[in-house]
C-alpha cells in the first residue's frame, strides 16, 4: 500500500526543487518576465520553464501573456503563492543563523 505524503512533505517537496525558492523570492518582488527569472536563476530555460509549469499547476503561479509582438509573458504569485512568504522567511533567516561567523571565546 502507498503511504500518503504528509501536507509538510507536500510543501517541501514543492519548495525543494531546485530553482523553485529563487523564483518564489524573485516573484515576491512582484511579476517577472520569463528572462528576467532566467537571470536571477541562473538554470537552463527548459529547467525554469518545468519549474514554472510545475508551480502553475500547483496554484502557486500565475502565467499572464499578453497579445503583442513580440510576445510578452509575466508570471506572478497567486493567493496561495503569497501564502508561502512567511515559510520562506523562516527558511531564509533559518539558514542564514548558520552561516553567521561564530565568535571566538577567549
Known amino acids: 500500500?502507498?503511504?500518503?505524503?504528509s501536507a509538510t512533505e507536500l510543501a517541501l517537496r514543492v519548495i525543494g526543487r531546485k530553482g523553485t525558492f529563487v523564483i518564489l523570492e524573485t516573484l515576491l518582488k512582484g511579476?517577472?518576465?520569463?528572462?528576467?527569472?532566467?537571470?536571477a536563476l541562473k538554470v537552463s530555460?527548459?529547467?525554469l520553464s518545468e519549474r514554472l509549469k510545475e508551480l502553475e499547476e500547483q496554484g502557486v503561479v500565475s502565467?499572464?501573456?499578453f497579445p503583442e509582438v513580440p510576445p510578452r509573458v509575466?508570471?506572478?504569485?497567486?493567493e496561495k503563492g503569497?501564502?508561502?512568504?512567511?515559510?520562506?522567511?523562516?527558511v531564509r533567516e533559518w539558514t542564514e543563523s548558520f552561516d553567521k561567523p561564530k565568535k571566538k571565546k577567549k
Open 45 to 47: 530555460p527548459r529547467t
Open 1 to 5: 500500500m502507498k503511504k500518503q505524503m
Open 63 to 65: 502565467r499572464q501573456a
Open 74 to 78: 509575466e508570471y506572478s504569485l497567486t
Open 31 to 39: 511579476a517577472t518576465r520569463f528572462t528576467a527569472l532566467e537571470k
Open 82 to 90: 503569497e501564502a508561502l512568504k512567511p515559510l520562506l522567511d523562516s
